[in-house]
């Protein structure tokens, strides 16, 4: 594992405990925190937590200690296992409140408070707990009962209505992307009620919708309507100007992400491009054209249609990196679109250290993460622990701090309450 740099070790959440029992609907909540710092305890039923099935696993070996997801979601924690439905299991569980700052749950609304253990209760034993309830859809209001997974958040918080192509259904992201969404705005919410905190040293509950997360992310959606009164739709183009313009076009090993622009500033962005063009001999319409001068309500659809086309035939002829090269040179606004691959080998990330091996010792292997999100005085924050195992934490946590013995926790186990 990689050591972090004596500029790297301040730690803002160095001095704080957190309790993680979510699933992985919350995981990256906790996974943030353990970032800044924080002591995050993840707490996983005995067996482990259901996700840790999730594909893909390294080496394509389907194990539940080599999901690559759960691995991305939890690093910088240390795992027990544990029923908190069992007698025992709550006993141990009100213990480990005592300790901690922080509370993750993905639970239905009413679960915990049905074991006795709703924040209610547990700020009893803690009054500067702060529990952070990540739900489908909010503790309150009509649809607070309901289920759901990733595809249930993207549909009812309206992302997958721009997903997908305008003749056919809306489509899910690959990847769930409401997860990564409400665990990151999760994570913000508990540092709002950490500020409330150390001013008045109360706790908190936050509550956090995967619908509202998912909605909260439509930003653009929401200002082309107010500023053009134009409702975005799914598709291979978006609204710009009052036209729908491409996005994407494709180059010789890849693709490229441009734009056409016009009006007074913007239209300025073309300059580059219409030189290069020229340059190359390139016949084209857009370098006898000043897009500075150029309003949406005097071109129409079909110009728009042949400029990108010319566009498109024009990045076809290069690579994705003859072409970053000569935009650089050029000033020309574009950018190719990166591979994972390309992100590997991605020369700004390696200079700044993003990539980092972690030691799987178990696997006998250094594993490549993305790693810290921010940077404190210039040095990143390191991943300190890779992901837990299952249990792995039990004996450090509940012999060592919590005082348990270890016939206790033999007991314990074969009990199936960790």
Same mark, same amino acid.
């Given at each position: 594992?990689?050591?972090?740099?004596?500029?790297?070790?301040?730690?803002?959440?160095?001095?704080?405990?957190?309790?993680?029992?979510?699933?992985?609907?919350?995981?990256?909540?906790?996974? +943030?925190?353990?970032?800044?710092?924080? /002591?995050?305890?993840?707490?996983?039923?005995?067996?482990?937590?259901?996700?840790?099935?999730?594909?893909?696993?390294?080496?394509?070996?389907?194990?539940?200690?080599?999901?690559?997801?759960?691995?991305?979601?939890?690093?910088?924690?240390?795992?027990?296992?544990?029923?908190?439905?069992?007698?025992?299991?709550?006993?141990?569980?009100?213990?480990?409140?005592?300790?901690?700052?922080?509370?993750?749950?993905?639970?239905?609304?009413?679960?915990?408070?049905?074991?006795? +253990?709703?924040?209610?209760?547990?700020?009893? +034993?803690?009054?500067?707990?702060?529990?952070?309830?990540?739900?489908?859809?909010?503790?309150?209001?009509?649809?607070?009962?309901?289920?759901?997974?990733?595809?249930?958040?993207? &549909?009812?918080?309206?992302?997958?209505?721009?997903?997908?192509?305008?003749?056919?259904?809306?489509?899910?992201?690959?990847?769930?992307?409401?997860?990564?969404?409400?665990?990151?705005?999760?994570?913000?919410?508990?540092?709002?009620?950490?500020?409330?905190?150390?001013?008045?040293?109360?706790?908190?509950?936050?509550?956090?919708?995967?619908?509202?997360?998912?909605?909260?992310?439509?930003?653009?959606?929401?200002?082309?309507?107010? &500023?053009?009164?134009?409702?975005?739709?799914?598709?291979?183009?978006?609204?710009?100007?009052?036209?729908?313009?491409?996005?994407?076009?494709?180059?010789?090993?890849?693709?490229?992400?441009?734009?056409?622009?016009?009006?007074?500033?913007?239209?300025?962005?073309?300059?580059?491009?219409?030189?290069?063009?020229?340059?190359?001999?390139?016949?084209?319409?857009?370098?006898?054209?000043?897009?500075?001068?150029?309003?949406?309500?005097?071109?129409?659809?079909?110009?728009?249609?042949?400029?990108?086309?010319?566009?498109?035939?024009?990045?076809?002829?290069?690579?994705?990196?003859?072409?970053?090269?000569?935009?650089?040179?050029?000033?020309?606004?574009?950018?190719?679109?990166?591979?994972?691959?390309?992100?590997?080998?991605?020369?700004?990330?390696?200079?700044?250290?993003?990539?980092?091996?972690?030691?799987?010792?178990?696997?006998?292997?250094?594993?490549?993460?993305?790693?810290?999100? +921010?940077?404190?005085?210039?040095?990143?924050?390191?991943?300190?622990?890779?992901?837990?195992?299952?249990?792995?934490?039990?004996?450090?946590?509940?012999?060592?701090?919590?005082?348990?013995?270890? /016939?206790?926790?033999?007991?314990?186990?074969?009990?199936?309450?960790?």
């Amino acid at each position: 594992m990689s050591s972090p740099s004596p500029a790297a070790t301040f730690l803002p959440l160095g001095r704080y405990r957190v309790l993680d029992l979510s699933d992985e609907t919350g995981a990256l909540c906790g996974r +943030l925190l353990g970032d800044l710092g924080a /002591d995050v305890l993840k707490v996983e039923p005995p067996g482990g937590d259901p996700s840790r099935n999730r594909a893909p696993f390294y080496h394509d070996e389907a194990h539940p200690e080599k999901s690559l997801s759960w691995w991305a979601y939890n690093c910088n924690k240390r795992g027990i296992t544990l029923d908190i439905a069992a007698a025992d299991g709550k006993v141990i569980l009100k213990k480990l409140v005592a300790t901690a700052h922080f509370f993750i749950t993905t639970f239905p609304p009413n679960y915990m408070p049905s074991l006795g +253990l709703g924040y209610s209760e547990l700020a009893k +034993l803690n009054p500067g707990l702060i529990e952070i309830a990540i739900t489908p859809f909010g503790r309150e209001g009509p649809y607070s009962a309901y289920t759901g997974d990733d595809i249930v958040a993207m &549909a009812a918080g309206g992302m997958m209505n721009l997903c997908g192509t305008e003749d056919r259904p809306p489509l899910r992201m690959g990847i769930p992307q409401s997860h990564a969404f409400v665990g990151a705005q999760a994570a913000v919410g508990a540092m709002i009620a950490h500020a409330k905190r150390l001013a008045t040293g109360e706790g908190s509950s936050v509550d956090v919708s995967m619908q509202e997360a998912v909605a909260n992310m439509l930003t653009n959606t929401q200002q082309h309507w107010f &500023a053009e009164k134009e409702v975005e739709h799914r598709g291979e183009k978006h609204l710009y100007g009052g036209r729908l313009t491409r996005g994407v076009f494709p180059a010789k090993d890849g693709y490229i992400a441009s734009h056409i622009f016009w009006g007074p500033g913007p239209g300025g962005r073309m300059r580059g491009l219409a030189q290069w063009m020229q340059d190359k001999g390139f016949e084209t319409t857009i370098k006898n054209t000043d897009f500075n001068k150029v309003t949406g309500g005097a071109i129409t659809q079909g110009q728009v249609d042949a400029w990108e086309g010319e566009m498109a035939a024009f990045f076809s002829r290069f690579t994705k990196d003859e072409i970053y090269r000569e935009a650089l040179r050029r000033r020309a606004f574009l950018f190719p679109v990166s591979s994972p691959r390309d992100l590997l080998e991605n020369e700004q990330l390696k200079a700044r250290g993003f990539f980092e091996p972690v030691n799987h010792p178990e696997m006998k292997a250094d594993v490549i993460y993305p790693g810290a999100f +921010l940077r404190y005085h210039g040095a990143a924050q390191s991943i300190r622990r890779r992901p837990p195992l299952i249990g792995e934490h039990n004996s450090e946590v509940y012999v060592d701090e919590l005082g348990y013995s270890r /016939d206790e926790l033999i007991c314990l186990a074969e009990a199936g309450v960790i």
